[in-house]
């Protein structure tokens, strides 16, 4: 008996950091420009984290056409500035942050929000821009298989990946991960989104939710787990600018050590994993064929992947907008020695619409790959 070929499920994958997801937005659009004109989305899985599970959600919510997806996002991204992100009046900063100095010096109620910004902006932007009951009809039209947004529990530190999709996918639990199938919402992306200590965690169910970037040591998983046979990941990071020879340190200030926290998390964790997966399909094929029948459950099989990250630093570039910055956030950032933080919150036009042609020039670069990847001619 001939075994029933099925087809290959491609995934996109998108991982987090701020404003640094517009770089995404750039790959997309090359990405869209070499596929058919008036091509369906291609990816029957989508995941994405923190800002990248915002770009994930437009992209599955505009399935029937994935240019009107990535135009959709360019839109957004290069016009955006950072008061559609964040409230910026004085006050309001100064209260949030007098909130959550006290919350370390004081023994305050669990139930009360702590937080340095404001994004009750960004929640309106999203409510405006992404439409999560068309998730399902791309779902029943067979344009998509899953949607998943991964966000991180503070009480249960696990990295949990909010996912919809069709009836056969079923629910995972693995060491720190697991995936829950549930009807996706704007709250869901909120929690994705919520930089500690920036921005507000967003309870869902019984537990606080923060980005989703934050203990998610395997980014690529979420795809593999919901089927993926081949992958497409656009990771934010590149490699960390190196201190000048002879150059005179000083003693880190509150932001660039909260700046290196968040850089840890932001950048180390999709290109560790690329390099995982890498090792694992080198070592798929020398598994003894009894052994790979005996543990079919596992479904042992290697993994195309095709990655993508910036060929420049993008705390370097963000250090080039600081005088774009709103003179609140100038207060609390004070130098553009904090480039961590700046290419995090830096959500001006100029910035982003450079992270976007950025994207898309990497792109093009890697054309025969991913007409390869796409099986195009």
């Known amino acids: ?16 950091g701020g404003a640094r997801a517009a770089y995404q937005v750039g790959v997309l659009r090359a990405i869209a420009n070499l596929l058919p004109h008036q091509s369906a989305n291609p990816f029957h899985i989508i995941t994405g984290a923190s800002a990248g599970a915002l770009n ?35 006050s309001s900063f100064l209260g949030n942050a007098s909130n959550w100095i006290l919350s370390f010096l004081k023994n305050r109620r669990r139930d009360t929000p702590t937080s340095l910004l404001n994004n009750e902006p960004l929640e309106a932007l999203l409510a405006k821009v992404i439409k999560f009951d068309r998730v399902q009809r791309a779902i029943n039209a067979g344009h998509l298989e899953a ?13 949990v990946s909010f996912y919809q999709g069709i009836e056969s996918l079923k629910n995972w639990e693995h060491p720190h991960r697991v995936g829950i199938r549930t009807q996706l919402n704007l709250e869901h992306l909120l929690a994705s989104t919520a930089i500690p200590a920036l921005f507000p965690a967003v309870k869902i169910n019984r537990e606080f939710f923060g980005d989703g970037a934050i203990r998610q040591l395997a980014p690529l998983s979420p795809a593999i787990q919901l089927g993926a046979d081949r992958i497409l ?25 909260l700046s290196h926290i968040l850089n840890s ?67 609390f950032i004070r130098d553009a020695g904090s480039s961590t933080m700046l290419s995090l919150l830096m959500f001006e036009k100029a910035y982003t619409s450079r992270l976007v042609d950025l994207g898309y020039a990497d792109a093009l670069e890697k054309e025969a790959q991913i007409l390869e990847f796409f099986k195009l001619d």
């Open 233 to 257: 990941a656009v990771g934010v990071s590149s490699k960390t600018a190196r201190p000048e020879k002879g150059a005179n340190p000083t003693y880190p200030s509150l932001t660039q050590i």
């Open 265 to 331: 998390a932001f950048v180390d964790t999709l290109t560790n994993d690329i390099e995982i997966l890498q090792r694992y399909n080198k070592m798929v094929p020398l598994i003894p064929e009894e052994m790979a029948e005996k543990d079919r459950a596992l479904r042992l099989r290697p993994i195309q992947l095709l990655e993508f990250v910036p060929s420049q630093n993008l705390n370097v570039l963000a250090s080039e907008y600081f005088e774009d910055l709103p003179r609140t956030l100038k207060m």
């Open 56 to 90: 994930a959600a437009s992209i599955a919510t505009n399935a029937q056409r994935l240019r009107t997806g990535v135009r959709a996002l360019e839109y957004v991204w290069k016009n955006i500035s950072s008061e559609q992100v964040y409230k910026l009046d004085s």
């Open 1 to 16: 008996m001939t075994q029933e070929h099925k087809p290959e499920k491609l995934a996109l994958v998108l991982s987090g």
């Open 147 to 159: 949607l998943a947004v991964t966000a991180s529990g503070y009480t249960s530190g696990e990295s």
